[in-house]
């Protein structure tokens, strides 16, 4: 592949969403980005303007709202094109066959895509419908940049089709609430040779007698599974580094072993099947 020679700036805004205000959390977000200069991507977290723990599915349509024709992007558009960055944010998606647990990533000529969550956590599958495609990759003035959700780092299979598909950044907006993801993704990043951004909110939501706890520690991560930029667990922050996309690019682990290369998909039947087969030999 050629190689990149663009040096992007790219991190997350990692803040504490205040379930159901919305304005409140869109003023937040516009603080952060405006705050992150010569930023080139900058990801934000999952239902990054709504909050996460909703009652039931009643109320997550009262906040979802269809892609393309919401507040939410609206507010990105407007913010990617005046600030000149690419944006991503989590936000519940309304559509008439249910509501999608989504992101959506906006370039600053005022493009928007869309990605909806593979893999649903524990609740969420009581509130949201799994998502019903590949997950993008969009070519942006950042680099090549792939979406995921949260849970989907749990899943390997979500980062290698990105991989596969080109990305040289993976775009993560998350609520975390286990402690593996920061860890896991040293592996991700390794075994893709990707960059990874993870952007994970802070605070604690209690609703509907749960409560839960956000584990903050956004990260970049890079293709050598190195941290290159990290918050702390409970603590507002925009985290950016500049990043060598031509790292991303060369998928060799030395000169005579490649990550995509060498794969055996003749021999991965079994991943591609919707039950797991048990078969021994
Ligand atoms: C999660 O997927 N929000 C843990």
Redesign the pocket.
Known sequence: MRKEEVVPKIGFAQYEVEFGEYDKNTATITRLAESAKGADLLVFP??GLTG?EFKDAREVERYAEPFGAGPTSETLKKLAKRLKMTLAIGYPEYTTRGCF?SAMLATPDGKLHNYR?L????R?KELFTPGDAEPPVIKTPAGRVGLM????WFFPETARILALKGAQIIAHP?????NW?QRAMFCRCLENAVFAVTANRIGVETRAGRKLRFTGASQVVDPKGDTLVKATEAEEYVGLVDVDLALADDKHVTPLDDRLEDRRPEHYGALAEAQTQGTLA
């Not at 959700?149 to 989907?152: K, L, Q, R, V």
């Open positions: 999952e239902l996460y647990n969550k893999h649903l956590f524990s969420e959700i949260c849970f989907d998350s609520n975390l609430v286990l993801c």
